[in-house]
């Protein structure tokens, strides 16, 4: 069982940044290694959709629409995973959820709890 611990999100104005985290850790607190983990999000109404994805040796996959915009990067020694977001749109408000045990453009079984990211001014 893996349990993941999201930090981040908040209320940004539009063109402006913000950072998510998330720490991915086994319930019986041994180390576990994660192949991939990424971040999905939903906003209202909308299906969860894939935002982006990294692997331990850092292949990468983004959606069209964070191309440019997001950057994914992980800390394999912590099982940490990270996205930085800039030029942010009000079309990002969602909710992000971190995401561990698939592949790179197929969610795996693990979630954390979601975190708000609202971009408005």
């Known amino acids: 069982q893996v349990q993941l611990v999201e930090s981040g999100g908040g209320l940004v104005q539009p063109g402006g940044s913000l950072s998510l985290s998330c720490a991915a850790s086994a319930a019986s607190g041994s180390f576990v290694s994660i192949y991939v983990m990424g971040w999905y999000r939903q906003a209202p109404g909308k299906q969860r959709e894939l935002v982006a994805s990294i692997t331990r040796a850092g292949s990468t996959n983004y959606a069209d629409s964070v191309k440019g915009r997001f950057t994914i990067s992980r800390d394999n020694a912590k099982n940490t995973v990270y996205l930085q977001m800039s030029s942010l749109k009000p079309e990002d408000t969602a909710v992000y959820y971190c995401?561990?045990?698939?592949?790179?453009?197929?969610?795996?079984?693990?979630w954390g709890q979601g975190t708000q990211v609202t971009v408005s001014s």
């Open positions: 995401n561990a045990g698939g592949l790179l453009s197929v969610s795996g079984m693990y």
